[in-house]
């Protein structure tokens, strides 16, 4: 199979803060206690036990963080919210941390009677007009009944101020609250904003720098560079287990099941897979030489240059005549993928197929497995659908932000010449795996097997903050191209299987007979428009209840596909497009 990959179109999107800060260790070292009277010069004597370093609170980190925040925030919510609400509903993430504490906000009393007994005090008074319900409210902290923290909250919209106030007021609860410092100062930043997103949608959030740099690297692969292997051990032999199709190996020809002899001179022999990974590791752009050896072949050697390679996220098999690709995420190589073997499929089809004229090249069939991907990056399920698609409309967002308003429109032509399509997809089918599979049903391109899924039709645009933490704001819902929305209603498939077997027998019969028993649910589905009421969602969804994945999907797929009638049915069980309501 070759080895090359057409690349796909790879749209990007590039709406992150970034900001850098380098902090250093603070502290002076302890004095060692020296050896005590007596003692002879070359006895051993035990180490002293090393004291621990008290936790610390750093006010500067703290407020470049809340700064970034709040200028990340105010423009892209989906709805339009203050520094004050931002900073008032986070700071309640305090007591999540330490109940003793809580956050009040109060009304300066009037001046009391008692001012009137000052010299002059009565003719002020009767000049000088009642300014009391104008005068600037508090924020409190208090522990207990007693006020730690007070000070006059700012001007609703300014975040500087408002940094510096929650600032303050998160470094008085620290030195009055130990539970708060055996927490840490990542746990206050972590509680602020678990707090405000609470008030928002349930995908917004914050990741601090470590679980952030995890994130990245599963979106977008190591920041070190390597070649794409994993390895295995065979008694004291090292073997390669697999090889990653975004990587410099694959493209070099190496094969899963060779022995990997040497790097860069070194023998494997006897070494532990951990210790030979770390050889294959290095800075970007940096080459390797391996020695590769198949079975009953020499060694021969291979040069590549290490890169960045992102995880791989499709996998391939076949079922008879038909080709299927897992998808476990989409990250930012997963249009790539698909599009790799989308070639190997049109170019050498499946042995079992059935024989195709030179000139068609079209394959029995492909079934796109998304059950339980909880999606990744929007552009490359659109890109996906591109390599699917002639032409049409993927998805189109819309948020308050001008930016998040966008009509994603593919064209190009379809890679598979027409081959038809099946889209396995579950309750835990979520984001882009949704999207991926509402345009291609939508467009009549495949046919949507499965159950309900899980409808986050919501995009989070992410942030990247001065101590490494992302956030991951809701800025724009998806909206399929038929005018539906996504969120909470999620994918209502062409051929339900989470009904029973009895039911999916008799919509498998029914499509052979060129009708539908799903038509019903999948056109009420599609009628439906933004704002749906909870009511009408649940009325929706009952028709084909979510549920986890099962074989039942699989021997779905393999009816429809070797039934032409059945296919062209389901596929037009959703509406035609060009009589769809405007969106």
């Known amino acids: 199979m070759p080895r090359s990959r057409e690349a796909a179109c790879r749209p990007t999107l590039c709406l992150v803060v970034c900001m850098f800060l380098l902090v250093a260790p603070t502290g002076s070292p302890r004095a060692q206690p020296a050896p005590a009277a007596g003692e002879a010069s070359g006895q051993a004597t035990s180490a002293p036990t090393p004291t621990p370093v008290p936790p610390t609170f750093s006010a500067s980190v703290t407020r470049e963080v809340l700064v970034a925040a709040l200028g990340f925030l105010e423009p892209r919510t989906l709805e339009a919210h203050s520094a004050q609400d931002f900073c008032v509903w986070g700071l309640d993430g305090l007591t999540a941390i330490d109940p003793t504490l809580s956050v009040t906000e109060t009304q300066p009393a009037a001046s009391g009677p008692a001012a009137a007994h000052a010299p002059g005090a009565a003719m002020a008074a009767a000049k000088t007009p009642d300014t009391s319900a104008q005068a600037p409210a508090m924020l409190n902290i208090l522990q207990g009944q007693t006020v730690i923290f007070s000070r006059v909250m700012p001007a609703a919209d300014s975040n500087g101020a408002w940094a510096d106030l929650v600032t303050a007021a998160m470094q008085a609860a620290w030195q009055h609250s130990s539970i708060l410092r055996d927490a840490g100062s990542d746990a206050l930043l972590q509680g602020f904003f678990d707090e405000l997103f609470n008030h928002l949608d349930p995908y917004s959030r914050y990741l601090g720098p470590s679980p952030a740099l995890s994130d990245r690297t599963r979106r977008t692969g190591s920041t070190t560079g390597t070649v794409g292997l994993s390895l295995g051990q065979s008694g004291r032999m090292i073997v390669i287990t697999a090889v990653n199709a975004n990587g410099p190996a694959w493209e070099a020809g190496v094969d899963m099941g060779e022995r990997l002899v040497s790097v860069n001179g070194r023998t494997t022999h006897g070494q532990d897979v951990a210790t030979v990974q770390a050889w294959l590791e290095g800075d970007e752009h940096t080459s390797v030489t391996l020695g590769i050896a198949a079975r009953g072949h020499r060694t021969t050697t291979v040069r590549l240059e290490r890169a960045q390679v992102p995880p791989e996220t499709v996998f391939a098999s076949t079922d008879g005549p038909y080709t299927v690709l897992r998808v476990t995420s989409f990250s930012t190589q997963t249009a790539e993928e698909i599009s790799q073997y989308i070639d190997q499929v049109v170019d050498e089809p499946t042995p079992d197929a059935p024989s195709q004229t030179a000139d068609r090249k079209k394959a029995a069939g492909i079934i796109i497995d998304l059950r339980g991907d909880r999606g990744g990056v929007l552009q490359q399920a659109v890109t996906t659908a591109a390599l699917l698609l002639d032409h049409g409309v993927a998805v189109t967002t819309h948020g308050r932000n001008p930016l998040a308003n966008h009509i994603w429109a593919v064209q190009g032509g379809d890679m598979t010449n027409g081959t038809p399509v099946a889209i396995l997809v579950d309750g835990r089918t979520a984001s882009a795996a949704e999207i991926l599979a509402s345009a291609l049903a939508d467009?009549?391109?495949?046919?949507?097997?499965?159950?309900?899924?899980?409808?986050?039709?919501?995009?989070?645009?992410?942030?990247?903050?001065?101590?490494?933490?992302?956030?991951?704001?809701?800025?724009?819902?998806?909206?399929?191209?038929?005018?539906?929305?996504?969120?909470?209603?999620?994918?209502?498939?062409?051929?339900?299987?989470?009904?029973?077997?009895?039911?999916?027998?008799?919509?498998?019969?029914?499509?052979?007979?060129?009708?539908?028993?799903?038509?019903?649910?999948?056109?009420?589905?599609?009628?439906?428009?933004?704002?749906?009421?909870?009511?009408?969602?649940?009325?929706?969804?009952?028709?084909?209840?979510?549920?986890?994945?099962?074989?039942?999907?699989?021997?779905?797929?393999?009816?429809?596909?070797?039934?032409?009638?059945?296919?062209?049915?389901?596929?037009?069980?959703?509406?035609?497009?060009?009589?769809?309501?405007?969106?």
């Open 443 to 583: 467009h009549r391109r495949a046919v949507v097997i499965g159950s309900e899924t899980l409808g986050k039709g919501l995009v989070q645009v992410i942030g990247q903050m001065p101590n490494g933490g992302e956030l991951f704001v809701t800025w724009s819902r998806n909206q399929a191209p038929l005018g539906w929305p996504i969120q909470g209603l999620g994918v209502m498939p062409q051929v339900c299987t989470s009904l029973g077997a009895d039911s999916l027998q008799a919509q498998i019969s029914a499509l052979k007979q060129g009708s539908t028993l799903q038509g019903e649910a999948v056109q009420m589905a599609r009628a439906a428009r933004y704002p749906v009421p909870v009511s009408k969602i649940l009325e929706i969804r009952k028709h084909c209840p979510a549920a986890i994945g099962s074989d039942a999907d699989m021997d779905a797929a393999r009816a429809l596909l070797s039934s032409p009638a059945a296919y062209r049915a389901a596929l037009e069980s959703v509406p035609d497009e060009n009589s769809a309501p405007l969106h």
